[in-house]
């Protein structure tokens, strides 16, 4: 069985933003791949002031934060003390970054030596499509879901 190494897209493959972006720059940047790839574009990877991979910017992420947005006009949203103390820290912004909608790095990500059941189980588990790769607590790529189902379903058939 292959290694996760084997399967994963360099980290340099990926459209780069920097945290302190505004989301808005993050879905131009999507759309703009979008229209120049046959797949598309689904993932931005986040960098911080020292060019370090902080994060991962997914199109769930984008939609969680368009969500936000609509939150604003919900009075029952409102009615809460935490939510409307949220609301106004967004609003006294005037913007969301993209650093705050964000997947950190840190969150979960796989060895680059594991296998690609490893990686399944990661996946199923924490209900994403992307992970990061590392290598000695580096991330060097990205290892997506479809990739893992298609190698899966080669040693199953």
């Known amino acids: 069985m292959k290694t996760v190494k084997e399967l994963m897209v360099p980290l340099e493959k990926y459209p780069r933003i920097h945290e302190n972006a505004d989301i808005r720059e993050a879905i131009s940047m999507l759309r703009s791949c979008t229209q120049n790839s046959r797949r598309g574009c ?3 990877i986040v960098y911080d002031h020292r060019e370090n991979p902080s994060g991962l910017l997914t199109l769930r992420c984008l939609l969680m934060a368009v969500g936000i947005k609509t939150l604003i006009d919900d ?3 409102k009615a809460e003390s935490w939510s409307w103390y949220f609301l106004n820290r967004m609003r006294s912004k005037g ?3 993209v650093k705050e909608v964000m997947r950190p790095i840190a969150a979960f990500s796989i060895d680059a030596a594991e296998n690609l059941s490893k990686a399944a189980f990661l ?3 924490h209900g994403v499509n992307f992970l990061p790769v590392t290598d000695r607590g ?5 290892i997506e879901v479809g990739d893992i189902l298609n190698e899966l379903k080669n ?3």
């Open 75 to 77: 009075v029952w949203f």
């Open 95 to 97: 913007r969301i970054c």
């Open 42 to 44: 689904q993932l931005l």
């Open 123 to 125: 996946f199923a588990s």
């Open 155 to 157: 040693d199953l058939i």
């Open 138 to 142: 580096k991330v060097i790529g990205i």
